[in-house]
């Protein structure tokens, strides 16, 4: 059974930092395209950024690009979401997802979920 677990969420200024990350355990990791997802309250959840399994390709929602970069180590079963020049308008429970083949922008089309970060960005 396919575990993912994410970290690295926290409180933090506007225009601060945070990484997070996110650990894939019960299959082979890097046979995957991994994605990272975001739901604010009373919102549904949305696309955030994707990578392949060889970290050859990305792809990022347009609120993000050139603040936000996803990364992998298969080695370590790990994808990470470096995220900078938070906003408010950032905060959001950050989750993390798997699916094979290549990498999507959409949400359905991602089978395994992990149980989500929260994120805050206030001062």
């Known amino acids: 059974q396919v575990q993912l677990v994410e970290s690295g969420g926290g409180l933090v200024q506007p225009g601060g930092s945070l990484r997070l990350s996110c650990a894939v355990s019960?299959?082979?990791?890097?046979?995957?395209?991994m994605g990272w997802f975001r739901q604010a309250p009373g919102k549904e959840r949305e696309f955030v950024a994707t990578?392949?399994?060889?970290?050859?390709?990305?792809y990022y929602a347009d609120s993000v690009k050139g603040r936000f970069s996803i990364s992998r180590d298969n080695a370590k079963n790990t994808v990470y979401l470096q995220m900078n020049r938070l906003k408010p308008e950032d905060t959001a429970v950050y989750y993390c997802a798997s699916r094979a083949y290549a990498i999507s922008i959409v949400t359905r089309d991602y089978t395994s979920w992990g149980q989500g970060t929260q994120v805050t960005v206030s001062s």
């Open positions: 019960g299959r082979t990791f890097s046979h995957y395209a």
């Open positions: 990578i392949s399994w060889n970290g050859d390709n990305t």
